[in-house]
C-alpha cells in the first residue's frame, strides 16, 4: 500500500514523513525536492544543478583567485618594491647575498636564520657608513662576541651590498619587520 494513502499508519517504514515523495505546501505552492525529513532518499539539488553549482564556484573562484594574482603580480608587488629602482649595484648586491650564504645566520623579510640580526631595515637602523664598516672589517665583524665571516669584498661589491640594503629598506612590506610591542 502507498504510504500517502494511509497518513494514520505509525509503522515507520510506511510513514509519510519519512517518505521521499511527500510533499510540502509552501505558501500555496508544491515543492518536492527542496526538503524532505527522509536524509536517505532526497537531496536539496538535483544532480545537475549541484554540478553547475560546483563548476560554476570553481570557475568563479578561480578566476577572482587568478585576477588577484596577476595584479599582484603586475601591478602591486613592483609598486610595493619600488621594481623601477632595481639598478645594476642592486642587482650586484642581491647576488653577493645569496652567494655568501648571509641567510645562514641572518633574515631578510623574514627569511633565513637567527643567529645574526634581521636586515631588512639595516639602511635606516644603521646608515651605509656603519654597514661598510661590518662588511669591511679586517678581521671579521662582531664587536659583542658573536662573529660574523670575514668578507674580502672589492669596493664595488661593498657598494653593491649597500645598495641593496638601501633598496630593500623602502620596500614596502606591509608593515614588516613590525615594531616590538614590550618595551624597547
Ligand atoms: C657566520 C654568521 C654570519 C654570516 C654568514 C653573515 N653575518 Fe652579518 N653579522 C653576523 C653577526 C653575528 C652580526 C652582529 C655582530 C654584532 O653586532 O654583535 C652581523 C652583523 C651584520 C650587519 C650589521 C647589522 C646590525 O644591525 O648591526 C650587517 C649589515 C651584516 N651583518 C651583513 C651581512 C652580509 C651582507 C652578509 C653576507 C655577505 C653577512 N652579514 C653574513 C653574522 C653573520
Not at 545537475?48 to 563548476?55: G, N, R, S
Amino acid at each position: 500500500m502507498h504510504p500517502l494513502s494511509s497518513p494514520k499508519t505509525i509503522d515507520i517504514n510506511h510513514n509519510p514523513w519519512f517518505n521521499s515523495s511527500y510533499l510540502i505546501r509552501i505558501k500555496g505552492s508544491t515543492y518536492t525536492q527542496l526538503f524532505s525529513l527522509n536524509p536517505n532518499t532526497t537531496t536539496m539539488l538535483s544532480k545537475k544543478q549541484a554540478k553547475v553549482f560546483f563548476l560554476g564556484g570553481v570557475i568563479l573562484f578561480m578566476a577572482i583567485f587568478m585576477g588577484m594574482s596577476i595584479h599582484s603580480l603586475t601591478v602591486g608587488i613592483p609598486a610595493q618594491t619600488n621594481a623601477e629602482d632595481i639598478n645594476e649595484e642592486v642587482i650586484l648586491g642581491k647576488k653577493l647575498w645569496d652567494r655568501n650564504n648571509c641567510m645562514g645566520c641572518h633574515t631578510i623579510m623574514g627569511e633565513g636564520a637567527y643567529y645574526a640580526p634581521e636586515l631588512t631595515r639595516v639602511y635606516s637602523r644603521k646608515g651605509p657608513d656603519y654597514i661598510r664598516t661590518v662588511l669591511t672589517a679586517p678581521n671579521g665583524w662582531g664587536p659583542r662576541g658573536r662573529m660574523m665571516v670575514k668578507y674580502d669584498f672589492t669596493d664595488e661589491e661593498v657598494q653593491g651590498l649597500i645598495s641593496f640594503f638601501e633598496w630593500m629598506n623602502r620596500a614596502d612590506l606591509n608593515g614588516f619587520p613590525p615594531e616590538p610591542s614590550l618595551g624597547k
